[in-house]
């Protein structure tokens, strides 16, 4: 940190008669909140750099480096407004990192933290008053607009949400209504994209003193860590926060929409954005793209569809996920919890348990709902050995080469196997927690749990998203790798059968399920025969870590 502690010494101005305030790494802004209102001469920021947090789990090298050089730029940029700056390196929980600044500057505030993890980290100090919890106030809506819009539940529905939230804000409505009198243009975003028109390249940023020395150090200390650092494709500063999101608003936006489910070897994103990481610690505001993007003049499928996603799905999984105190409290009784933090797989697939397990005592792993009793364990191919199966290992590579992947590659292709392979939903939501570099627990447990895996049930989605080959094949060019054929002998549609035929007992009596269910019916006791056994053949190859090919599979 040779170069950082310079830069911020050389900045740093009197740190008496200050008002503290404690910014966690997933609040670095100050476009709301205290920061954003209050003089800079007469505020002063705690920032904790905290390696217990970054060794709780096998996190990818590249979140670990946004997380830290995000922070440490925010240090410098506050520090150049006037704002003094502590910045602590912790080695254990933020409780204890906070009770040494405390003691020395009085009692601190902090907007409410959003991860559930760093909420019960900080309770004593709140409980004590040594903290004072004040409003967070980068939501787009209230836990009580959450409870208005869905009177009746659970089960939650995205769409009355969404619906009661434009109609509240007044966003994309017009005279009490929908502009283009629906409130969804979902039907018509269904393309697939064949190369034309080219998906744009994402800028890269460059490689500044502070972000080669966050290298350095993840190289040194983190070394252990799963993926590739790829420190090109950072944005660290508030200046790289604005180019990415230019290059999104002119690039991506126009044809978000009609692009919106499809997927390429090709593209890593398609006409997705790649803004998550940097919402989900704030240097890009939720209410800032929202605004932006309802004042530009785009295509109204393109405009409504992204909307929908930050004004709609983010936070309404959020909701979600505080109502159930991370899914701890579900309508059938309490939840099995996890004691300590999952590794997703990872021992089995280094052959070694995650080196600093002791270290990760205090909290605990979070909930484990399996509404359709899976047992399967993650298979290796998911840290990047190869399945012969040619849709997963290329999204496996895209993640493990830089923590992101788009939405449909997230649902359609790994929750999607996984659901059908009968894999625990926990250990599928703490591989998405370690290899993503926008994951923390209110998004990432609800998307997993509750909407890739059907590991909730029906709590917030009607189906379970999973699909067969022909899917895939029709919304990707993944296909054209395989040596499996879509139209023959690719595994994921038997697996799709096989997966509806074991759990019929729980999907029964669920209307969007009635055709399939009538489909699965009419086939063959040969065919559903063969199906189960396709699955139990792919599983255990891929539980072994082995390729699956075409000759591995039973004939029909
Ligand atoms: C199994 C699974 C796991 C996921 N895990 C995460 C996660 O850990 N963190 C995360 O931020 N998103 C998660 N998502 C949601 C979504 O896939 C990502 O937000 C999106 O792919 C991020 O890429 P983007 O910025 O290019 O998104 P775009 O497609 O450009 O969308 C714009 C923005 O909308 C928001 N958004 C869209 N869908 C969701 C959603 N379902 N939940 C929350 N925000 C949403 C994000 O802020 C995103 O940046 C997950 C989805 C699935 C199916
Ligand atoms: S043929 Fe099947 S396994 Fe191969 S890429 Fe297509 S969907 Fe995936």
């Known amino acids: 940190m040779g170069y950082f502690k ?38 002063g920021i705690a920032l904790v750099e905290n390696r217990w947090k970054a060794a709780r789990r096998p996190y990818h090298k590249q979140k ?14 506050q520090a150049d407004r006037g704002v003094a700056v502590r910045y602590v390196v912790a080695e254990g929980p933020y409780a204890a990192a906070l009770e040494h600044l405390i003691t020395e500057l009085g009692p601190l505030r902090v907007m409410a933290p959003a991860e559930r993890e760093l909420k019960l980290d900080l309770e004593m100090l709140a409980t004590r008053g040594a903290l004072q919890i004040i409003p967070h106030e980068g939501w787009l809506s209230t836990a009580d607009e959450f409870r208005k819009s869905n009177e009746k539940a659970p089960p939650w529905k995205m769409d009355t949400f969404y619906r009661f939230i434009r109609r509240k804000t007044g966003i994309l409505m017009e005279g009490g209504k929908p502009v283009g009198a629906r409130y969804s243009f979902d039907v018509e975003n269904r393309l697939p994209w064949h190369g034309k028109p080219p998906a744009p390249e994402p800028p890269s940023f460059p490689v500044e003193p502070i972000k080669k020395e966050v290298g350095e150090l993840i190289r040194k200390v ?3 860590h799963p993926g590739r650092l790829d420190l090109e494709a950072l944005p660290v500063t508030q200046a790289d926060t604005e180019r990415l ?19 390429s070897h090709r593209s890593r994103s398609l006409f997705h954005t790649r803004i998550s990481s940097l919402v989900n610690i704030h240097r890009l505001l939720p209410s800032r793209v929202v605004a932006d993007v309802a004042g530009m003049r785009l295509p109204l499928e393109s405009k409504e569809g992204f909307i929908r996603q930050v004004l709609g799905w983010r936070e309404f999984v959020r909701h979600v996920h505080k109502a159930t105190d991370g899914f701890r409290n579900l309508p059938g009784g309490k939840t099995r919890i996890e004691k300590t933090p999952g590794d997703g797989g990872y021992e089995r697939w280094a052959g070694k348990p995650w080196g600093s397990s002791k270290k990760a005592r205090g909290l605990d792993g979070g909930a484990a709902p399996c509404a359709l009793g899976c047992d399967t364990a993650l298979p290796p191919a998911y840290w990047g050995e190869p399945s012969g199966l040619a849709c997963l290992d290329r999204v496996v590579s895209d993640v493990w080469a830089e923590g992101y992947s788009h939405h449909i590659t997230r649902l359609m292709i790994l929750s999607n196997l996984a659901t059908l392979l009968d894999v625990r939903p926990r250990e599928l939501t703490d591989w998405f927690w370690v290899a993503y570099t926008d994951a923390y627990d209110w998004v990432v447990e609800p998307n997993v749990l509750g909407m890739g895996t059907y590991a909730v049930g029906g709590l917030m989605t009607t189906k379970p998203y999973v699909s067969g080959g022909a899917y895939i094949n029709r919304m990707s060019d993944y296909c054209s790798l395989c040596s499996f054929d879509p139209k023959t002998n690719c595994p994921f549609t038997p697996l799709y059968w096989a997966f509806l035929a074991r759990h019929e007992p729980v999907f029964k ?9 009538a489909t699965l019916a009419k086939r063959g006791i040969d065919k559903r025969t063969r199906d189960q056994d396709v699955f139990k053949k792919v599983r255990e190859i891929l539980e072994k870590g082995s390729m699956v090919t075409p000759q591995d599979l039973p004939s029909r």
């Open 64 to 77: 670990l480096a946004l997380i830290l050089a995000n922070l440490r730029h925010f240090a410098l940029e």
């Open 6 to 43: 310079k830069e911020l010494a050389r900045r740093q101005v009197r740190q008496e008669g200050r008002r503290w305030l404690f910014v966690p790494y997933d609040q670095v802004t100050d476009q709301t909140g205290p920061l954003s209102r209050e003089d800079p001469k007469h505020l």
């Open 509 to 517: 009596s669920n209307p969007r399920l009635r055709m399939p269910l």
């Open 245 to 263: 999101w230019s290059w999104a608003k002119k690039e991506c936006l126009p044809l978000f929409g009609p692009y919106e489910d499809a997927m």
């Open 222 to 224: 983190f070394f252990h």
